[in-house]
């Protein structure tokens, strides 16, 4: 084994040389352009222009910092007899001087067996290898020998885990089962990293699936599900570069702190060019300032506000009550409430956003306007010839005939008129959503107007909130993002042209989507181009208000260009067997006709359960115990990290109880990107959805349960955040499903 290793040291050393070399060859393209200057024609300022924009990215794509380079080896028989076909497997293509391949891109379709191939199912391979490299240096070699229907496993990559883990499934083909488990004991960081050398079959195969159409992964805790799905969107931009990269890939995440956890996933991985975003960030205009009740946060998450809000903008349209006199000249066109009713009624019945359809009202009221300046023209002409001096020295701007009379010069005139200008902002105002929004909330006569038939009276009192006298001083919240955005379909942009108000993508990757609301899913339907979705989550961690029962609740409300596909990760890789024993028990009381993963690893550290003195005995003591075991698991844990989940009402308390013990730790929601990087930090148990850490302290459980709408569930997705250790402290009895 040592001189196989020796060999691939030798292969990975060339490989850099190569990576190198490439980086130079860049380099030199862009300075070779440079080096031109400003001058030139303007077609070759372009072509320069384009040559730099290239050489830049070609750079930015080889850049791989401090990632591994190429993880990985595939022996392909072709003939039977014949020599076999040797492939290395790598985060990006490197050829050689004569442009033969060295390293073959993971995404390639030649790379697809070294991710898929089993004993049974070889797919012609003889021999999978995983390299372990530390920078560039190979300190670890494992072969998978194929033959007939079964593996022969050689050799165990290094690992750096703080626990010695052991895989406990047999009957599951797994891949590199050394690599996997050295990636899996391995210390977290505060940062998701890719899992591009450790994929499994299961994964692979959702990560390759085609690309139109909705595809959704449904998987419980440490399955992967958001690894998998910014792989794919890796997969997609390399198999589907050209209309990718110009229409552009989303991906949506629970919050902001999820997103910087997962932000250098894909640029490891060569993509740097996709937007990540939460929800509320895809509504410029407001900034979410509070939150709300569970059931007022419901209702306004519930499809039927999206009728509430389209009646609340038809309520804006609406005729004049009394005539309106439009001096114009000598004259004074009369603008009749007849008229408005006519016009609205028609505006109403063409297609487009409200805004848009301003100009086709003020076209209509003008064109009204000018039939009857022509009619009191011709009147004043039959005076006017039977008596010249009838108004001596008038020219009226209406003074033309028929044929010279010009209608784009009366429109641009009388649209200056006030009094005209008024009555069109009354028939049909040009709205911005929050505006429409704020004015809906503050007014319960516009709440009733817009929701009669739709909503129950007691919903319509829940939607009533004081007006603010600035928007800045709007309390927003997470739902409101959502109507304001509903809003913005409807209205369109203020200034009326037919500019699509919403950027849209060609590919949308959504995280934890069992927790957006019926509302947020229409938001993101209509940011697809044309219905390529990938949609994970886990139906059992749905933790929101309006928690769905099904997949079919969430796929109804999200493109349908094609029938949704739904595939399922089944193999719990992070969690640990231990601590998914206890977690499935809460699953089992919060959601009994779920089925929870299978886990593929032990570490042989049973979840720890400590009760401490009650309040009436020692104030201080919870948060006292919560730094010791705390403290002892940083200790523990050396280079990972450590978390302190806990209801949202004992957070003062345990900063207290660290504090007073001399033990440091971190909010990381108020910490800006290094949050998760500390060695121990401390989350509200609601704002753990899709984190990992090495050992997780979870505080009063029974809180956690009575605390939030689904606490139970809430609960399940702070007991599956570790990856080595669990300690439960508690001063409240606990919950009877985790009662020994």
Known sequence: MESERQVEQEFVDLAYARLEAMRADANAMVDDVMDLGRGGTFQSRTERDVVVRTGLARLEQLDIGDQTLTFGRIDRQLDEGGEPEVFHIGRLAIHGDDLEPLVVDWRAPVAEPFYRATG??????????????????????????FSGDSTQVAGTPETSGDSGGELIVSDLPIGGPGALLAALDRARSGRMTDIVSTI?????????????????????????????????????????????????????????????????????????????????????EIRVRAKERAEVARLKGDPRMAKVLARAVRTRERPLKNDVAVPFG??????????????????????????????????????????RARASQQRLDVVAASDVTAFPGYEDPADQSDDEFDFEDFFRKIRRVPALAEALDRMWPRLLPHELLHDLY????????????????????LLRRPRSTSFDEVPWTTADAALVDEARHLLGLRNGSNDDAQTRYGHIVVDEVQDLSPMQLRMLERRSLAGSMTVVGDIAQATAPWAP????????????????????????????????????????????????????????????MVQVA???????????????????????AAQGRVAVLAPEELLDEIRNGCAASGVTIVDAQNMGKGGLSEPLVLLAADATN????????????AMIVAGTNRGLRTLYVTLTRPTQRLTIVHRAPLPACLEV
């Open 200 to 284: 499994q079959r299961e994964q692979d195969e959702i990560i390759r699936a085609p690309l139109n159409g909705v595809l959704v992964v449904q998987g419980g805790p440490g399955t992967g599900k958001t690894a998998v799905a910014l792989h794919r969107a890796a997969y997609l931009l390399y198999t589907h570069r050209f209309p990718l990269e110009r229409q552009g890939v989303l991906v949506v995440g629970p919050n902001p702190l999820f997103l910087r956890y997962i932000e250098q996933v894909l640029p490891s991985l060569g993509e740097t060019g996709v937007t990540l975003s939460t929800v509320t960030g895809l509504v410029p």
């Open 690 to 701: 899709g984190l990992e850490f090495d050992s997780v302290v979870v505080v009063e459980p």
């Open 614 to 636: 009650s309040i009436d005995d020692d104030p201080g003591a919870l948060g006292r115990e919560v730094a010791r075991r705390a403290a002892e698991e940083v200790q523990r």
């Open 442 to 461: 503050g007014a319960p006569a516009l709440i009733a107007a817009a929701a009669n038939g739709i909503l129950s009276e007691e919903e319509q009192m």
């Open 120 to 145: 049974r199912d070889p797919l012609g391979l003889v021999l999978r290898r995983h390299l372990a490299l530390k920078g560039r240096t190979v300190v670890g070699i494992e072969d998978e020998w």
């Open 549 to 608: 029962p099904s997949w079919d609740a969430i796929t109804t409300h999200l493109p349908h260009h094609k029938p949704a596909r739904t595939v399922e990760l089944t193999v719990s890789y992070r969690t640990p067997a231990e601590v998914l024993a206890v977690a499935s028990r809460v699953l089992a009381e919060a959601a009994p006709e779920l089925t929870p993963p299978r886990p593929v690893r032990r570490t042989g550290e049973e979840p720890v």
């Open 330 to 371: 000598a004259l004074v066109l009369r603008l009749t409430t007849e008229d408005s009713q006519k016009i609205v009624e028609g505006a109403r019945r063409r297609p487009g956003t409200h805004n848009a359809r301003r100009k086709l009202v003020e076209r209509s009221v003008a064109q009204r306007l000018a039939d």
